[in-house]
């Protein structure tokens, strides 16, 4: 497989900012189902050319697999050859920060438009002839399709499914190497990996500004999630959400700047994160492995913490925002493969049952209760420690009586607008007293941050525990 991405945007050299890779120097990478090799065939100030090719061994894919049949099919098929789904995880894996948009020595270029011109090879593409142009057109692109006979000897025989996919434009690399690893196998229309509810996670960061309004959106996801009713139709409602969203809703940084600059001077939230995390962690009997819920996970900073602890064998966030949804599987599209493994990412609601949700260790909810209407307290308490039931659970939030202390907060004000009620110490003892009492859990309560001698610290955790 191959893959070649050029600029002539000058100094060209500087492709290896925005790539993490030095031209100078040949990399290669062991990806557990093939090498890459990533090298510089031409670099120098008018013109800059990056390449990575991708060699697969087709006995190791099948190597320990039961069974013999489709045997055949399994060491006789184009995977190894074609750029696949797994040229698209190679992508993803050797140039995660230039997908993300990353460049410590050029941030200003990473999120500048530049000419990139881009080549594939061999491309497979099932369905019209032109299905090609009909993907990467509307994205700003021209499009040159290069198609080739079953056998040049034969020309009666036809044209193979595969092309030379040669694309140009100006563009943010970030962009165009996110648009490649959507719709390479979506033209395959094949994936050599299980699609599950965690793919439309991953569809969602990575479609984020232009799916939404693609022309081709519902084949895109159709095929990007192998034609799976129920996560089709998932992933065309909440794009749908998506496009409907005020701007502030597709923010959640800025929603949240208020009770940021409340709380930075204290690094709260990183200390709330850190002390939960340590929580969960300690909550495991010794040698043991946790699955862990983080329910309300946003863009995924808790699981950030907990996804690399050998002692936690799955993590699984739990979001009722798309957009947050989508932020969190940005957020982890580099994380090495056997990490990925172990996290997933689904979007519901904690006020309803939900058996998705049952059969784990530990639980945590950070800074999410305030944000539930009262009324509907009673049913998230119901649905998480009556149904779901995880040995622990660890909620987090403000305390109410510290916020006396904060410069600039009107008394009369909460830290967040969208906070529903903020708790005093006693108000937040009462109800997780009763929780505990109702649902057979212990209960332990301790403060976050530096605590005043009058009013606390300014967050404060209950630990459930059965």
């Known amino acids: 497989m191959f893959l070649s991405v050029a600029t ?6 500087d492709l290896g900012f925005l790539l993490h890779k030095n031209p100078a120097r040949m990399q290669d990478l062991d990806l557990g189902f093939g090498r890459a090799v990533m090298l510089y065939p031409e670099a120098n100030d008018a013109r800059c050319e990056f390449v990575l090719t991708l060699d697969i061994d087709p006995v190791a894919l099948v190597r320990g697999r039961s069974g013999s049949e489709g045997l055949l099919d399994q060491y006789v098929n184009d995977r190894p050859y074609a750029a696949s789904s797994f040229l698209s995880v190679a992508i993803g894996r050797c140039l995660g920060a230039a997908m993300g948009g ?12 530049i000419p990139l011109s881009v080549t594939v090879a061999p491309l497979p593409v099932r369905g019209r002839p ?13 499009v040159e399709v290069t198609r080739h006979p079953l056998d040049p000897e034969r020309p009666d025989w036809g044209e193979a499914p595969y092309v030379t996919l040669r694309l140009s434009g100006t563009a943010r690399l970030a962009d165009l190497l996110t648009h490649l690893t959507v719709l390479m196998p979506v033209l395959d229309d094949r994936k050599h990996y299980f699609v599950g509810e965690d793919e439309i996670g991953k569809l969602l960061a990575r479609g984020e500004g232009w799916l939404p309004d693609h022309p081709e959106r519902d084949l895109i996801v159709a095929r990007y999630l192998k034609r799976r009713g129920a996560l089709v139709r998932q992933a065309l409602a909440q794009l749908a959400e998506a496009a409907s969203e005020p701007d502030a809703a597709l923010d959640p940084a800025g929603q949240e700047e208020t009770e940021a600059a409340i709380e930075r001077p204290l690094r709260l939230h990183e200390r709330r994160l850190d002390r939960v995390a340590q929580v969960i962690a300690e909550s495991g009997t010794k040698g043991g492995t946790l699955r862990v819920l983080d329910l309300g996970c946003g863009d995924g900073k808790l ?3 907990l996804i690399r602890d050998p002692a936690i064998a799955q993590v699984v966030g739990v979001e009722v925002s798309s957009a947050e949804l989508a932020r969190a599987a940005r957020r982890f599209e580099t994380l090495p493969e056997a990490l990925h493994r172990k996290l997933a990412l689904l979007q519901g609601s904690l006020i309803y049952r939900d058996a998705r949700l049952r059969g784990f260790d530990a639980a945590a909810l950070v800074e999410v209760i305030e944000h539930v209407e009262p009324d509907r307290l009673p049913h998230l308490e119901r649905a998480l420690f009556g149904d779901a039931k995880p040995a622990t659970i660890v909620v987090t939030t403000p305390n109410r009586d510290h916020n006396a202390l904060f410069p600039g907060l009107p008394a ?3 830290r967040h607008p969208d906070h529903r009620f903020e708790w ?3 108000e937040f003892a009462a109800w997780a007293g009763r929780v505990a009492s109702d649902h057979g859990y212990a209960v332990r309560i301790e403060g976050i941050g530096d605590a005043h001698p009058d009013y606390g610290a300014p967050s404060q955790m209950a630990v459930f525990s059965r």
């Open 424 to 426: 005093s110490r006693a």
């Open 303 to 305: 699981i950030a913490r």
């Open 412 to 414: 009369d004000r909460l």
């Open 8 to 13: 002539a945007h000058r100094p060209a050299t």
């Open 130 to 142: 032109d299905l090609v142009e009909r993907l990467f057109s509307p994205l700003g692109y021209a």
């Open 102 to 113: 990353r460049s410590k020595e050029r941030p200003a270029l990473a999120q500048t438009k």
